[in-house]
């Protein structure tokens, strides 16, 4: 699949790998492709700026999310509706085991990072778009697009006023 993509977007997936390591993630996440669009010569990066997107926003974002142990607001609004208050949870949680305790562990890295199967099912929605926008080649544009779908990205995005829908239309107005 990866000879199908542009070579911007294929250096977005390569620096999101980057991004993992350096954070010394377990696995390459949604949030490291959303984090290596910015700051590139394209036009999702044109349209993240647009929205006043920044690296520390996204990270800040990101923290939250993290901090419960990767539940986005959805999924803790759910589990509330059920009489499960995430915040509840987390600060009791970190109370015993402290702050942080349900994030992913960072390790040292001696090979590469691998796919996380969110990020596997996003290169493939990835695909989805393209083929559905009647592209014949997967550009930045429908990495941006896979991650509005679900997930922290979607969340994090949407905090910004880009949803799918409205990405959507930034592109085409980019283009």
């Known amino acids: 699949m990866f000879e199908r993509f542009t070579k911007p977007a294929r250096q977005v997936v390569t620096d999101a790998v980057d991004e993992a390591e350096r954070e010394r993630a377990p696995r390459v996440a949604p949030k490291h492709v959303l984090l290596a669009l910015l700051g590139k010569e394209t036009r999702s990066a044109a349209v993240l700026a647009g929205?006043?997107?920044t690296r520390e926003a996204l990270l800040e974002a990101f923290e939250v999310i993290a901090r419960r142990g990767g539940l986005t607001d959805a999924e803790a609004e759910a589990l509330r509706s059920l009489g499960i208050d995430v915040d509840t949870v987390v600060e009791?949680?970190?109370r015993e085991h402290g702050a942080g305790a349900l994030t992913e562990p960072r390790t040292p890295r001696l090979a590469r990072v691998p796919f996380a199967d969110e990020t596997k099912e996003l290169l493939v929605t990835t695909l989805r778009q393209a083929v559905e926008r009647g592209d014949r080649r997967i550009g930045d544009e429908h990495?941006?697009?896979?991650?509005?779908?679900?997930?922290?990205?979607?969340?994090?995005?949407?905090?910004?006023?880009?949803t799918y829908p409205e990405l959507r239309a930034r592109l085409a107005q980019a283009a």
């Open 51 to 53: 929205a006043g997107v």
């Open 92 to 94: 009791q949680v970190e």
């Open 143 to 162: 990495l941006l697009l896979a991650l509005a779908f679900s997930g922290g990205a979607a969340q994090v995005l949407a905090a910004h006023g880009l």
